[in-house]
């Protein structure tokens, strides 16, 4: 599954998906809004361009590293701190390739997907940021 939403993600459910026969390991990473003096950041996509990039990296992740699954879930929105932002689950035979695999996809996300991050003081001030 590759998606941007608004909604909360049900990670356990997420896992159970996209679990396989031939997989030997799940790597999931969960990147939550860390609390850096900021009450919240704010997320916004080209939602588009956005989808096109993330189902790009799945295909060449899973390529490169020959997974059996790729999910990607990232969410866009106001999210206060301890909110979950990205969960990425890469299915694979084994957990090299799973590690490698998962950390291929959110180095690529990091690269250039348009996917923007204002943060949200607790003074009320924010800024946009990469």
Same mark, same amino acid.
């Given at each position: 599954?590759?998606?941007?939403?608004?909604?909360?993600?049900?990670i356990?459910?997420?896992?159970?998906?996209?679990? /396989?026969?031939?997989?030997?390991?799940?790597v999931?990473?969960?990147?939550?809004?860390?609390?850096?003096?900021?009450?919240?950041?704010?997320?916004?996509?080209?939602?588009?361009?956005?989808?096109?990039?993330?189902?790009?990296?799945?295909?060449?992740?899973?390529?490169?590293?020959?997974?059996?699954?790729?999910?990607?879930?990232?969410?866009?929105?106001?999210?206060?701190?301890?909110?979950?932002?990205?969960?990425?689950?890469?299915?694979?035979?084994?957990?090299?390739?799973?590690?490698?695999?998962?950390?291929?996809?959110?180095?690529?996300?990091?690269?250039?997907?348009?996917?923007?991050?204002?943060?949200?003081?607790?003074?009320? /001030?924010?800024?946009?940021? /990469?």
């Open positions: 599954m590759i998606s941007i939403q608004k909604e909360d993600i049900d356990g459910a997420l896992i159970q998906q996209s679990r /396989d026969s031939r997989m030997g390991a799940q999931v990473f969960v990147g939550t809004v860390r609390d850096d003096g900021i009450e919240a950041i704010e997320f916004e996509a080209d939602r588009t361009i956005a989808l096109a990039d993330l189902t790009t990296i799945a295909a060449e992740a899973t390529e490169k590293y020959g997974l059996f699954s790729v999910d990607i879930i990232h969410r866009d929105g106001i999210l206060p701190t301890g909110e979950t932002i990205l969960v990425i689950i890469a299915g694979a035979g084994h957990r090299e390739e799973g590690f490698a695999g998962c950390r291929y996809i959110i180095e690529e996300i990091k690269k250039y997907v348009p996917i923007w991050k204002k943060d949200i003081t607790t003074a009320g /001030d924010s800024r946009w940021h /990469d």
